[in-house]
């Protein structure tokens, strides 16, 4: 796999496999590499998550070349780094479009990305593996913007769920004003289809470094447990400081190794719905654990398993579709069903991602590790 890497800092583990890739497809490449385009936020404030799918991505392309590439190709990953800004990502998509001339680009990381990416990708019939779920209405014209996490409406009902099932009655919800003002969003409506009354809701802003008076006016209205809405460690160390006992449910953004770390003793009891265990994996994502540890040294999480199935269902993609097919026949061949590590996938449906309720599985952290929970969320 050759590499062009326009990201500043790319942490060390990246920057030797993308080394060893580069010499592997010089000696072993026949024809023209494909170039892939990574539009991704490894720096900035959702970096958090950008960083795994990189590296999901990277060593999902290494495997794939190692196997022989697509027809004897291998891939090219063109790395860009949108510093977690849509405002930023337009000059790198372009540059990836017109420059670089990508087949197809994986990413962006973030929602306002996504959106903005895609209003350029759409046009072309470019394919878009997005790592973020069906946002505003617009993007449901864009059947070749393709979507690996959830949207935010399957979100909350996830989180809704496993509330129900605590016979929790009376939620406090804490949000911030990006990412999780999205989700919140999609919550508010689902109240009395879930038995539910938000008894008091509090955001902060998504750069805060403290939101304790909004922590404390949630544990002030008594709720039966907390839900967190956020890619923040701030929400759970403040609540943790104001003495909240009722249990605390997260949403997936925050199930990474490095937030609770950040978290610290906050992260004890936490509750995610999320999707890759990676202490107790399913059955059909062992092998990705295993070969994601060797090369890391790391357990994965399901950022880095979103990035490796968007490499691999591209991969399977073009080989049914040709290396060389027009971009509507490749968005065809990727508009199908499939099989990931992360999750199972349908990339037919009208939300160009597929996932359901059942899609989740559930953990509670004890002492940094995520124990799965015994639950699964009926549609």
Known sequence: MMVKRTARKFAVVAALLAAQSVEAVAQDAHGEPIKIGALLSVT???AGVGIPQRDGV??????????????????????ED????????????????????????????????????????????????????????????RTC?????????LNARALLSYARNLGAKNLGVLHDSGYGQVIWNAMKGLDREYGVTFAQVEKFEIAATDATAQAAAIRAAGPDAVIVLSTSAVPFRNLKQVKTEVPIISVHGTATYEY??????????????????SEDPLPSQQEFVRI????????????????????????????RAGADASNEELCAALRTPYDGVMTRFDFSQPDMGGLTLSSFNYSKLEKGVFKRLDFKASE
């Open 44 to 46: 900035g404030g959702i």
């Open 58 to 79: 990277l060593l999902a392309a290494k495997v794939v070349n190692e196997r022989g590439g697509i027809g004897g190709r291998h891939l090219e990953i063109v790395l």
């Open 82 to 141: 949108d510093g977690s800004s849509p405002d930023a990502a337009i000059p790198k998509i372009n540059r990836l479009i017109h420059e670089e001339r990508v087949k197809a680009v994986i990413g962006p990381s973030g929602i306002a990305q996504a959106v903005a990416v895609g209003a350029i990708t759409h046009p072309l019939d470019l394919p878009l593996l997005a790592f973020t779920g069906l946002g505003p209405a617009v993007e449901k014209q």
């Open 145 to 153: 913007v393709f979507h690996l996490t959830p949207a935010q409406e």
């Open 260 to 277: 609770v770390k950040a978290m610290g003793e906050a992260a004890d009891n936490v509750v995610h719905a999320e999707f890759l265990i």
């Open 292 to 319: 994601f540890q060797e090369e890391y040294g790391r357990l994965p999480k399901h950022f880095e398993a979103a990035g490796w199935d968007a490499v691999t269902h591209l991969a399977q993609s073009l080989e």
